[in-house]
């Protein structure tokens, strides 16, 4: 199983960017299908974005859609989510996770097994 740590989370204004890392230990982190989730308080964890082992497919939640990008480096064993256009509604702990043999639309209702600590967003307006 491979092991993730989240980090690059902050307080940012509305309207702002932050970028998101999602670093992972073991040396076949190429091949699993990487996704970002986030919880703000009180609601239930929602999927946000996912992408395929090769970089090539992506898939994003509808509210987050052509604001935020992910995207992997395989070399560095991370994952990125770049967030753009910063609203407060996108305030929660962002979480990273990983899954073989798994769709990037999968993704989105996939049980996992087990969350790391995740990482803070918070965004003033």
């Known amino acids: 199983q491979v092991q993730l740590v989240e980090s690059g989370g902050g307080l940012q204004q509305a309207g702002g960017s932050l970028r998101l890392s999602c670093a992972a230990s073991?040396?076949?982190?190429?091949?699993?299908?990487m996704g970002w989730f986030r919880q703000a308080p009180g609601k239930e964890r929602e999927f946000v974005a996912a992408?395929?082992?090769?970089?090539?497919?992506?898939y994003y939640a509808d509210s987050v859609r052509g604001r935020f990008t992910i995207y992997r480096d395989n070399a560095k064993n991370t994952v990125y989510l770049q967030m753009n256009s910063l609203k407060p509604e996108d305030t929660a702990v962002y979480y990273c996770n990983a899954a073989r043999f798994t769709s990037v639309q999968s993704m989105s209702t996939y049980r996992f097994p087990s969350w790391g600590q995740g990482t803070q967003v918070t965004v003033s307006s």
């Open positions: 992408v395929a082992w090769s970089d090539t497919s992506t």
């Open positions: 073991g040396p076949i982190f190429r091949i699993y299908t």
